[in-house]
């Protein structure tokens, strides 16, 4: 170990996977004796964890690195990293990319399965040395690696990793490789530090978590061991491909109560010819069923989802056979992107042959359905007591407490005596497509919830 500790600075972009992996960066490197430090100004070593999803999401990083650029300038001798899907995908083109700067910029480029080396490369680096590790692995998880995670309410727990669908859009495949699962019995021992620590809701990630398997259990035994260990934590999860989302997986949503009633089911596209070119497959009529079997078995549950407009020959029909699906399905909320061609996936070699304004027109119409459908939801809710777990004071005043429903759903109130991290009854008052606003409902005795006496 050295003796002087170097602080290292770390920004996160991307999913929440990207999350949780820079918890076991941080991990890693205060093993090795590292201070870890909020303030970029503070840092000898800033690492940025990338993201390569769509085009915009590189271009963030690209400007970030001009600013780094000027970093070096002022401090001479600060290290930076790229770390995450940019950084795998960038290996074969490094000398493309040093044009944009990136290469030069950067002292270290460490793929997503390399953080174990990253200590190494960190004493190399301050000798001067350049590294790069982008080996993607078929075994590592991390597993034994406790993610270093500043106390808190809400904790991310990646189960698995990597990624086996190769939808003909995305470069997760290519980014983080081959699908690989954490043991079961890890798992469990990070959620019950958790539960000692005072977390209250967990959200179990992997890119299709599905495909979870250790042995013979699978996601839905993961899950309800998960939610088994302390009923007062919350779990959640993401994401489920539509394809194997298993009736048992269903069921085990369904038979626990603190597992949350939320589903984040991407569709993409209602129309069967774009979900067969985009490889999901499944067909809208597959889906429609498991919709259905979901809304049976959980009745109240919350629906979310991501749809791709404007994917290689997407024609008015099939946009408007997914603006059909998003009206029928109802969902509480939607991520909507447009498409993004992605250099290496098999959707690169179709021609991106919708134009850039039908591709915002066709968008747009999502997006003011998709606020619609959320604000008539939202509005059912006005007048209900829901359970909110408070979580952080609100942007807007210190007074209130923002924090979210079961279903998901951010809910704005007052403090009143409650601290973070407590289940608060919220009367519901008024609400937009992103927001509830709501008071404080009495609680008549414990564990019931009444309407404010008459
Ligand atoms: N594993 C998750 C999705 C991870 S990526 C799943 O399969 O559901 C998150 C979302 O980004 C995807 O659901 C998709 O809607 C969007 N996305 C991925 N690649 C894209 C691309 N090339 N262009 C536009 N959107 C994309
Ligand atoms: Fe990408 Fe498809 Fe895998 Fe999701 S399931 S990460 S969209 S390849
Ligand atoms: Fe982005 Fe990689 Fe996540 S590409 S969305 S950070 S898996």
């Known amino acids: 170990m050295r003796t002087i500790k170097k602080r290292v600075y770390i920004e996160t972009y991307g999913c929440q996977m990207n999350v949780a992996d820079s918890e076991v960066v941080l991990s890693l490197l205060a093993d090795d004796g590292c201070d870890i430090t909020n303030e970029i100004a503070e840092a000898d070593v800033v690492l940025v964890n990338t993201c390569s999803i769509r085009e915009n ?18 401090k001479p001798g600060v290290i930076v990293g790229v770390l995450g899907c940019m950084a795998e995908r960038l290996r074969s083109k490094l000398s493309h990319e040093e044009a944009r700067g ?31 590790a982008v080996q993607l ?17 809400s904790a991310w727990i990646s189960v698995m990793r990597g990624c086996d669908k190769f939808c003909t859009f995305c ?29 209250k809701e967990v959200t179990l990630l992997g890119q299709n978590v599905n495909s979870y398997k250790d042995g013979n259990a699978d996601f839905a035994d993961l899950l309800g061991a998960v939610a088994t260990v302390d009923p007062s934590i919350r779990v959640r999860f993401t994401t489920s491909h539509p394809q194997d989302m298993s009736d048992k997986l269903i069921g085990t949503i ?8 939320f589903i984040h089911l991407p569709v993409q596209s209602g129309s069967d010819r774009i979900l067969e070119r985009m490889n999901r497959t499944y067909t809208s009529a597959h889906y429609r069923a498991l919709v259905e079997r979901i809304k049976v078995a959980i009745p109240d549950v919350t629906l979310s989802t991501d749809t791709i407009t404007g994917f290689p020959t997407e024609t008015e029909d099939d946009h408007a056979r997914t603006v059909d699906l998003l009206s029928e399905i109802g969902y509480d909320g939607a991520y909507m992107f447009k498409y993004s061609p992605r250099e290496n996936t098999p959707a690169f070699n179709m021609p991106d042959d919708v134009a850039e304004v039908v591709k915002s027109r066709r968008v747009n119409e999502i997006v003011m359905l998709q606020n619609a459908i959320s ?9 209900q007591i829901v359970e909110v777990l408070a979580e952080s004071p609100s942007k807007k005043s210190e007074d209130f407490w923002q924090g979210r429903t079961d ?15 407590t289940y608060v009854p919220v009367r519901i008052e008024r609400v937009n497509s992103a927001t509830l606003f709501g008071s404080i409902a009495v609680v008549a005795s414990p564990g ?7």
């Open 448 to 454: 019931r919830v009444e309407e404010a006496a008459a």
């Open 407 to 421: 279903g998901n759903k951010t809910v704005i109130f007052p403090k009143g005596d409650y601290s973070a991290g």
């Open 375 to 383: 604000l008539r939801k939202n509005q059912s809710i006005v007048g």
């Open 57 to 74: 999401a590189e271009q963030r990083i690209y400007g970030r690195m001009g600013e780094f650029k000027r970093l070096k300038r002022e």
């Open 102 to 132: 990136v290469g030069q910029i950067a002292d270290l480029i460490v793929g997503p399965d390399e953080y174990r080396k990253l200590p190494a490369l960190l004493e190399d680096a301050w000798h001067g040395k350049k590294g790069v």
């Open 171 to 199: 470069v997760v495949p290519f980014t983080r490789g081959r699908e690989r699962s954490r043991t079961l019995t890890s798992i469990i021992q990070e959620v019950e530090v958790l539960s000692t620590r005072g977390f």
């Open 254 to 261: 369904a038979s626990l109560g603190n597992i949350c009633n």
């Open 137 to 153: 692995s078929r075994v590592e998880t991390y597993d034994d690696i406790l993610p270093l995670r500043t106390d808190g309410i």
